[in-house]
């Protein structure tokens, strides 16, 4: 298929179109209809928001949240004009085709709403939220199912449970959408899924609306996610707008999240963990930095959960970050307490918000190589269209840690494809163009590194280590290590001398081969037949890097 990008122009003549018995005109690129000529038509006004969000008897907002069972297990939630009686739904494994072809004969479970909740509005009514669960199912199996009152009901939507252990899926990620939900944000959404259109998750980081009580800004959030949200499971946390003198009166109708939080009545809901197919997700509110007895509940609780995973990755998500990118913030308590268990038990990903830009870094002293460490990455992003500007990294380098890439005055979306050994991340624009991105692998011994996308700029140069600088030639030896390899693949190693950009000499010494995290470690003993003294760089060469050492200097 051609994809073919017309540029924008200016039409140069009059064009007469005829539709429908009514003339157009086409002037200067712009189109003119009858109003434009004095006519009687009246001109359009704004529609008012309680005519376009009021609810209905029809289903709408219907949106998926994980349970503590997913493989077995799923909520779904919905709003709809309807007794709790009568609220319901109905679910099967997913047929081949319905319309004409009816389900075969039980098939079909119906299920009642376990919980209605109403949510008084500004609008002049109230929203009220259903939700069911749907019990006893198979692990990765397609289903489909429908929600309504027993005569309007939505359309049938599918889901597919999580695998009963780790298997590949991929999983989105947003940081604040906020601000313009109903005009700029959707197209991110939209191209987020399009590009995962199997995806199995999407966590958000807080501040899904600007203002906590919103009606019509949390209409305009459902209707920026549409269909995705009723068919992929969502992990969110409250970001500072999601409270207003205590916390939206909206969350918890809206996302009934498992209550196997710290366990103060505060957190219920807001502070959650889900095992998904071999990612512990882990849910925090960093709302509450002013509370020490919120914190330190959070705190134990988070540590045990990190102690005590049974899972190969974890990602934990929450709004305020660890080292912010924009402005003076400076979420120290956040730091400060769960930065330590982050690192102390290897965490893969922390996804964060609040800070309208984009940043990603870690902790300075896991730096391997240029393109390499093995620690934790923080990460902060932004789907909205409102935008702060950097700080150069002042939060980051003030405590122990480097921004990797950063990007201000963009949409961005995040893409997590996770397979057993290795996790993948990647940044895009809102118009799906990459923007940044790098491999997590990690071993059985729980062994990882944190790997750039390679590319042709960061696969040349000196990333090699070596552990000493002078070494005899008589039967001397170095000790070599790099990083960023595929698994297994094999590297040539050699001496070279050089004057200027020219090699004069290159003597081969050797061929080594990197292990499954894509570390490359090798003893290279020199050849006193064949190398005279003076300064070498040892150069490793691969199908997909060509690397080299600091200078060492050979002597007799």
Not at 89 to 106: C, H, K, T, Y
Not at 180 to 191: C, T
Not at 243 to 269: E, V
Request: charged content about 20%; proline content about 6%.
């Amino acid at each position: 298929m051609n994809d073919v990008r017309s540029p924008w122009t200016h039409a140069s003549r009059r064009v007469k179109i005829t539709t429908t018995g009514v003339a157009v005109l086409v002037v200067a690129g712009v189109v003119a209809g009858p109003a434009a000529f004095g006519d009687n038509a009246t001109p359009p006004v704004k529609v008012p928001a309680a005519e376009v969000h009021k609810p209905s008897a029809i289903p709408d907002r219907i949106l998926l949240t994980p349970t503590t069972t997913p493989a077995t297990s799923q909520k779904v939630t919905w709003r709809a004009k309807a007794e709790a009686p009568y609220a319901q739904a109905q679910f099967m494994e997913a047929p081949r085709a319905l319309g004409d072809v009816a389900p075969a004969a039980g098939a079909v479970t119906s299920v009642q709403a376990e919980a209605t909740n109403s949510v008084n509005t500004s609008l002049g009514y109230a929203s009220t939220y259903h939700t069911a669960q749907f019990t006893g199912l198979k692990p990765a199996t397609r289903y489909t199912y429908r929600v309504g009152d027993g005569t309007n009901w939505s359309p049938w939507t599918d889901f597919t449970t999580a695998a009963a252990e780790l298997k590949p899926f991929s999983f989105i990620y947003y940081g604040d959408a906020q601000n313009y939900i109903d005009s700029a944000v959707p197209r991110v959404f939209r191209k987020a899924f399009a590009d995962r259109p199997e995806a199995k998750v999407v966590v958000n980081a807080g501040d899904l609306i600007d203002t906590a009580n919103s009606e019509e800004q949390w209409g305009q959030w459902y209707q920026a996610g549409s269909f995705i949200d009723a068919q992929v499971n969502s992990i969110s946390v409250p970001g500072n707008h999601e409270y207003s003198n205590g916390l939206s009166n909206f969350w918890r109708p809206q996302f009934p999240y498992p209550d196997n939080g710290p366990g103060d009545a505060a957190l219920k809901q807001t502070a959650y963990t889900v095992d998904y197919q071999g990612v512990r997700f882990i849910a925090l509110d960093s709302n509450v930095q002013s509370d020490a007895k919120l914190m330190a509940a959070q705190t134990a609780w988070l540590e045990g959960l990190l102690k005590n995973n049974p899972n190969k990755w974890t990602a934990v998500t929450f709004h305020h970050p660890v080292y912010s990118t924009t402005g003076s913030r400076n979420n120290a308590a956040v730091r400060d307490q769960w930065g330590p268990l982050f690192e102390k038990y290897g965490v893969d990903l922390v996804l964060q918000g609040h800070d309208h830009s984009y940043g990603r870094g870690n902790k300075t002293e896991n730096r391997k190589s240029v393109t390499t460490h093995n620690g934790v990455t923080y990460v902060v992003s932004v789907s909205g269209g409102k935008m702060y500007a950097l700080n150069n990294g002042a939060n980051w380098t003030g405590n122990g840690a480097e921004p990797v890439a950063n990007s201000e005055r963009t949409q961005l979306y995040q893409l997590i494809d996770v397979e057993k050994d290795q996790l993948r991340f990647e940044a895009r624009y809102a118009n799906g163009e990459h923007f940044d991105g790098f491999t997590v692998r990690k071993n059985a011994k729980g062994e990882k590194t944190v790997n750039e996308i390679r590319t042709p700029e960061n696969s040349v140069g000196e990333h090699v280590t070596v552990d000493k600088t002078k070494v005899s030639n008589r039967l001397g030896t170095v000790d070599v290590s790099a990083f960023g390899y595929d698994p297994g693949e094999s590297a040539t190693v050699s001496m070279r001398r050089t004057d200027g950009k020219k090699v004069i000499l290159q003597l081969p010494i050797g061929v080594a081969k990197a292990d499954e995290l894509g570390r490359l470690r090798h003893t290279a003993r020199l050849n006193p037949l064949t190398m005279p003294k003076g300064t070498y760089v040892i150069h490793l060469e691969s199908k997909n890097q060509k690397i080299t050492s600091p200078v060492i200097t050979v002597t007799n």
